[in-house]
């Protein structure tokens, strides 16, 4: 498609080396800044609230924080369940 409006990716980091995952997210953020809707499921979480407008965590299939992305890397949730504190 030459101008999609929305993008659907589901796990792109997943089972890649750091060098391309950081090069994924690179493109995703060039992709959004040019105004493409992208809906993403990720769990990098060391990656993807970096560039999330809006982020969604999910818990045996239920939404038990949202918000923006950045914000929700200082949730205690987040950072017990994700980040090991």
């Known amino acids: 498609m030459p101008r999609p409006s929305l993008l659907m990716?589901?796990?792109?980091?997943?089972?890649?080396?750091?060098?391309?995952?950081?090069?994924?997210?690179h493109i995703i953020r060039e992709v959004s800044q040019k105004g493409v809707t992208?809906?993403?499921?990720?769990?990098?979480?060391?990656e993807a609230p970096h560039i999330s407008h809006r982020a969604y965590v999910l818990q045996?299939?239920?939404?038990?924080?949202?918000?923006?992305g950045k914000d929700l890397l200082t949730s205690d949730l987040v950072r017990k369940a994700y980040l090991g504190g």
């Open 38 to 46: 992208v809906l993403l499921v990720e769990q990098n979480v060391f």
């Open 60 to 68: 045996t299939g239920q939404i038990v924080l949202e918000g923006r």
């Open 9 to 25: 990716l589901d796990e792109p980091s997943l089972g890649l080396m750091p060098k391309p995952v950081s090069e994924i997210f």
